[in-house]
Each structure stands twice: as C-alpha cells, then as structure tokens.
C-alpha cells in the first residue's frame, strides 16, 4: 500500500468512527449530561431556568452537544465563547452553565475531573469589568417631570408611575396580575419573583389611584398587550430617547428608594424587604421570618408621597 493509500484509507476510518459516535445512542454526550444536569435543577423561576437554557443552546450546543464528555477539552468551550469575550457577564455565566454540567458527570463518575475548572480559576478571556446600570439620584427625580407630562396619556407613565410607587423589579411589575392585589396589598408569589419568595407591597392611596385607571381585562396582566403584558424595553428606550441616556434606566427606580430610605434611617432590615432583597445570612434567614408589612406602610406611604410630590 502506498502512503497516499493508507492515508486515504485512514481518513475513511476516521470518518467513520465520527458517524458512528455521532449515532451511538449509548454514548454519554454533552447534549445528554445536560439535559440530565437541567432536568433535575431547581430555578428561582421560568425566566431563569429558560435563559440557562437560551445561552448553551446559541454558544456551546452548536460545537459541542455530540461530543462525548470523556473527550471534551477546554480548548473546545475556549473557542466557542471566544467570540462573544466582549459580552463578559454571557461569557462568565455561560462558562459557569458548562462547569455545572461537568461536575454533574464528576458525581455520576462519567468523569475523573472537570477538564474545564482552568477556563474558570484562570483568566482565560480579556474581559471588560462591568459597569453599574445608570441611575439618578432620588434627589432629581423631578427631571422625570417634563417626560411624565408628555406621556401623561400613555400607558408607559403609569408603568413608570407605578414603578417608582411599588419599587418593584421590572419583570415583577410589568408582569403583574390583577388576581395579586387585594384590598390593603399586593402580593407576588414566590413562582414569580427573582428570589423564589413570595413578597407583599403595602398597597398605598397613590398605588390604587393608578391602578383604577386600567380596565381589567382577559388577560389578567394589569398592563396587558395583545401578546401579552406590556415589556421592561419599550421604557428603557423612551428614556434613552428623552435626554436619560447613560444617565438612568428603569431598574434604576429601586436604587432611588433604597437610597432616599437609607438617608431617611429607616432600619436595614425594613428598607431591605421592601425592596424584596433576601438576608445575605443563611442563618439570618432561618431565623428571620418577618416580611416587616407593618412597618413597611409606614415607609412605602412616606416614600409615595415624596415621587407624587417630586412629579406633581
């Protein structure tokens, strides 16, 4: 046999065995470990547990969902978020996604050790440091006036309204429900907030002023759409376009009442629940089971009349 023949005849071989194991059924892949691995995780809700799945599936599956776990390297992850090193928090969560996955297959002994811990403990990709939303202090709140007057008969001033009101993070409240409000509070169940705990706004004169300008309608969102439920993009975007660009953004509202109830003393524990924060203590937590609904009226009351006041 010639050189060019055994090469030739190789190559075939090679072929092969990549449609075989493309095929084996029996073969252990990254696809299979992470759909194992997902199965069996618990989400703090639907968004999150959608958006773990959204990531791998654009930058790691299209490379690597056939290849078995016992021949992934980290060159071959290193190569598929290269691409992306300028989206730092994508990389970083995306390469965290991929280690969970493979320290799964540690503990089902389909693997010795984790071939891509060095991606993590070494810094591999330049990445930028990120960079604070832009927010203003709650002492200029007023320079939101001239927007509020101008859409004062769009649905997106009461979403800002009732934004600042409820200090709400902005899926929570851009998704709400009328089935959550009831006479004297809103209550958010646990399924539908960021730290998988149900949550209760004291609900304030100012709240069901805005409140009783929208209909209930089929849907059961309080600013519902035809598709759904009114979205977080269409404010961010008004307010870039109306002089808050890279100044303020709409999760930002909550940084203004942390701020304004840190300089008014209200106690940690009580200005941190009503921003729905969760003690940084474990052992807190087991121990703290107060939501402080009482003392939070109080607070929630001072902090509406002091945005309808700046707005007014």
Known sequence: MTLQGARTLADDFMKRAEKKKKKDPWLFTFRKAFDEWYAGKEYQNEK????VKNRLERYIMPELENIPVTELKSPMVYDCLKPIENKSETVWKTLSYVNQVLNYCVARGMLPSNPCLPL???KTFHLKSSTPMPVLSYKDLAELKPLMDKIKV????????LALL??????????????????????????????????????TPQMQEVLARHPKRKAGYVFATPTGHFQQDSVNKL????????RLVM???RSMGRTW???????????????????????????????????RREVM???????????A
């Not at 999150?48 to 958006?51: A, G, P, R, S, T």
């Not at 959550?180 to 169940?189: A, F, L």
Request: aromatic fraction near 8%; charge should be neutral.
């Open 48 to 51: 999150v547990k959608q958006n």
């Open 120 to 122: 993590i403990k070494i």
């Open 154 to 161: 769009r649905r997106s001033h009461d979403v800002i309204l």
């Open 166 to 203: 409820t200090l709400l993070r902005t899926g929570e409240l851009t998704s709400l429900r009328w089935e959550w409000i009831g006479e004297d509070v809103i209550t958010i169940p646990a399924k539908a907030m960021k730290m998988n705990r149900e949550h209760r706004v004291p609900l």
């Open 239 to 246: 307010l870039r376009e109306n002089g808050f660009r890279d």
């Open 251 to 253: 999760h930002g509202f």
């Open 261 to 295: 109830m840190a300089e008014q003393m209200i106690r940690f524990e009580v200005a941190e629940a009503c921003l729905a924060h969760q003690e940084q203590s474990s052992v807190v937590r087991a121990y703290s089971r107060s939501d402080y609904l009482d003392e």
């Open 301 to 311: 009351q001072r902090w509406n009349e002091y945005v309808v006041g700046e707005l």
